[in-house]
């Protein structure tokens, strides 16, 4: 009986040791790759952190919360796109105004953080292409929201904003910077 009880407690040690070297961390969680960290969080140095390339900063808020959205300077992102059309990938009506808009139109969704719960409906934001150095401004008009699958970094463009920065549509997502015009 001693030695059937001596083989469980291993059985029980080396599962809960695989199943717990095979977790996903947050914040300043352990990591041994990219894969050991939650969402858009990359492994550096050994710890879950937010990728200076993209310009995440989910753990530089206190207690694992999101930081304010910026109100001055520029913040870097991702740019993807969006048909805001009656019909269009974008669902129902814009939730600033309550309006589809049309492809030729400059407008953008902000994810949920920087969206701020609708304090920046119907402002106009200046967008710059790193790839190319182009800028446009584009008005706010709807949250591209987290819970639905948007990255915490995604300004969400329509067709028109990626016309007006010279950006071929096909790439899905592109490196920006944008700050309030």
């Known amino acids: 009986m001693t030695k059937l009880a001596l083989i469980l407690s291993l059985c029980i040690i080396f599962t809960t040791f695989i199943s717990s070297s095979y977790s996903i961390s947050s914040c300043n969680g352990p990591c041994k790759s990219l894969n050991d960290c939650?969402?858009?969080?990359?492994?550096?140095?050994?710890?879950?952190?937010?990728?200076?390339?993209?310009?995440?900063?989910?753990?530089?808020?206190?207690?694992?919360?999101?930081?304010?959205?910026?109100?001055?300077?520029?913040?870097?992102?991702?740019?993807?796109?969006?048909?805001?059309?009656?019909?269009?990938?974008?669902?129902?009506?814009?939730?600033?105004?309550?309006?589809?808009?049309?492809?030729?139109?400059?407008?953008?969704?902000?994810?949920?953080?920087?969206?701020?719960?609708g304090s920046r409906c119907g402002k106009m934001i200046r967008i710059r292409a790193n790839k190319n150095g182009k800028s446009v401004t584009a008005k706010v008009v709807e949250e591209c929201d987290t819970k639905d699958g948007c990255k915490n970094n995604v300004v969400d463009g329509s067709i028109a904003v990626w016309r007006a920065l010279g950006l071929d549509t096909d790439e899905g997502r592109v490196p920006i910077t944008w700050s309030m015009a």
């Open 38 to 117: 939650d969402g858009q969080l990359i492994c550096i140095k050994g710890k879950c952190n937010d990728d200076p390339d993209v310009g995440t900063s989910i753990c530089g808020g206190g207690g694992g919360s999101s930081p304010s959205p910026p109100s001055t300077g520029s913040t870097s992102g991702m740019l993807t796109l969006n048909d805001f059309s009656e019909g269009g990938d974008g669902g129902g009506p814009s939730e600033c105004d309550e309006k589809y808009h049309d492809n030729n139109e400059r407008v953008i969704a902000l994810t949920t953080r920087w969206y701020d719960n």
